[in-house]
C-alpha cells in the first residue's frame, strides 16, 4: 500500500468562502482520486486527478466549485469553492497503485456554518 | 446509472460467529470488486479484492464471486467485537477506466 496524508484533518468554514485540502502520497502514483462522504452516506467520486492535464470530473461535480491540481506525481489539492452547508462533508482523497485496488487517505472533516 | 446494493443492516453477530455480508451490482462488464471495512470516524480500509469467480480466502475473511448472478458475498469468520464496522463493497467501472463504485454500506455490530 501507500502512505497517505490529508491537509487539513478538519476546519469550520463560514459559507461563500473557499477551502483548499491537501493530499500527499509517500511514492510516485499515476492515479489519484477524490471522493465526498456526506454524513451517513457513502463514497461519491468527485474527480480523478490526472498528472499534467485537467481533472475529470463526474457527473454532478463541475470545475468552478471543485478545482483540482495535480502538479506532480506525489500531491494533489481538491477546492471547495463558495461553500455551502450543503458542502458540510468528508472528503477524501484515494490513490490506486499497480492493481486496481485504491486506497485512501484519513480524510478531512469540513462543517460549513 | 450503475447500481451496488447493499442490505445496510445493522448486522448483528454474536462473538465468534460467521457474518455473511452481501453485494449485489448491476454493470454486468464489471471484473474487479473490493471490500472496505470502515470504523466510525475513519476513513475506509481495503481488506480483500477479487477478480475471479468463486472464492478467496485471507485470514478470518471469505470473499465470494459470482458474476453470472451479479453477486458478491463477504463473509467473516470468528466474529471480534473489534470487527464492528461498516463494510462498503466498491465495483470497479467495466467500461472505462479506474472508477469505483461503491455500495451504501453494511453495518456490522459484534456482541461480546
Known amino acids: 500500500s501507500a502512505v497517505i496524508s490529508q491537509k487539513p484533518s478538519r476546519d469550520i468554514c463560514q459559507r461563500g468562502t473557499s477551502l483548499t485540502i491537501q493530499c500527499q502520497v509517500d511514492s510516485q502514483v499515476t492515479m489519484m482520486f477524490w471522493y465526498r462522504q456526506q454524513p451517513g452516506q457513502s463514497l461519491t467520486l468527485i474527480a480523478t486527478a490526472n498528472q499534467g492535464s485537467e481533472a475529470t470530473y463526474e457527473s454532478g461535480f463541475v470545475i468552478d466549485k471543485f478545482p483540482i491540481s495535480r502538479p506532480n506525481l506525489t500531491f494533489s489539492t481538491l477546492t471547495v469553492s463558495n461553500m455551502s452547508p450543503e458542502d458540510s462533508s468528508i472528503y477524501l482523497c484515494?490513490?490506486?497503485?499497480?492493481?486496481?485496488?485504491?486506497?485512501f487517505g484519513p480524510g478531512t472533516r469540513l462543517t460549513v456554518t | 446509472q450503475k447500481e451496488v446494493e447493499q442490505n445496510s443492516g445493522p448486522l448483528s453477530v454474536p462473538e465468534g460467529a460467521i457474518a455473511s455480508l452481501n453485494c449485489t451490482y448491476s454493470d454486468r462488464g464489471s471484473q474487479s470488486f473490493f471490500w472496505y471495512r470502515q470504523y466510525s470516524g475513519k476513513s475506509p480500509e481495503l481488506i480483500m479484492s477479487?477478480?475471479?469467480?468463486g472464492d478467496k480466502e485471507d485470514g478470518r475473511f471469505t470473499a465470494q464471486l459470482n458474476k453470472a448472478s451479479q453477486y458478491v458475498s463477504l463473509l467473516i469468520r470468528d466474529s471480534q467485537p473489534s470487527d464492528s464496522a461498516t463494510y462498503l463493497c466498491?465495483?470497479?467501472?467495466?467500461?472505462?477506466?479506474?472508477?469505483?463504485?461503491f455500495g451504501g454500506g453494511t453495518r456490522v455490530l459484534v456482541k461480546p
Open positions: 466498491a465495483v470497479k467501472d467495466g467500461a472505462a477506466g479506474n472508477k469505483l463504485t
Open positions: 477479487i477478480y475471479s469467480n
Open positions: 484515494s490513490v490506486r497503485l499497480d492493481t486496481y485496488e485504491q486506497y
